[in-house]
């Protein structure tokens, strides 16, 4: 089993590895749907696509990519739905208060980076306790760069004033184990969330995978 050393801060992806925001992602996009008097589908449909937020609920709900015409005027009314309902029904994964609770009795520091833009972490963060204890929030518009790019975690560790080797990256998605690796960061897969059809996650060259969240204590050698 592996087992990560000298750990001083475990940085988190935010949906998909912490919080589990497919049903408010989906039924803003199903929503659009309905309006323009179309069939409402299953949110078993959109759940896989959910960390690829507008891009894959739109392919899901229209079968539209970002090249399509219609897409910028689609996304803008996404993102406006989304704002209206994105803490109903959005909540922390099973076991994630807990993980953190014990992070932070173990003396170790987490935060978040994802590509989310701050227009939805700032309330979200706001919004939800498990935020209270968390040491740095970096979202997708917070440098240059996002996710694969490197710099993102780069930030969250200059603003932890550690070295990247010193972090660990957890996320769900191929695109957060190639930023943490570019970044110097030992990385984790987080097999529990939202992947995507056909994820072959043992390619994406992780250190370490976890099926669920208070896994990654065993890996950190905590109680």
Known sequence: MTVFRGVHAVLFDLDGTLIDSASDLGSSADGMRVSRGMASLPLEQYRPHAGSGARGMLH????????????????????????GCMTQRTAPFDGVDDLLARLVDGGLRWGVVTNKSQRFTNPLSRAMALFETASVVISGDTTPHAKPH???????????????????????????????????????????GYLGYGADVASWG??????????????LELP
Do not use: N
């Not at 005027?73 to 989304?82: D, I, N, V």
């Not at 930030?155 to 998605?173: K, N």
């Not at 995978?209 to 990654?216: I, R």
């Open 60 to 83: 899901v709900a229209f079968g539209i990519t970002p090249e399509h015409a219609d897409y910028p005027a689609l996304k803008e009314e996404f993102f406006g739905a989304y704002e």
């Open 150 to 192: 490197p710099e993102p975690l780069l930030e969250a560790a200059r603003r932890l004033q550690l070295l990247p080797s010193q972090c660990i990256y957890v996320g769900d998605d191929e695109r957060d184990i190639r930023a943490g690796k570019a970044a110097g960061m030992p990385t984790v897969a987080a097999r529990y």
């Open 206 to 219: 992780a250190d370490a995978e976890v099926s669920s969240p208070l896994q990654l204590l065993k890996l």
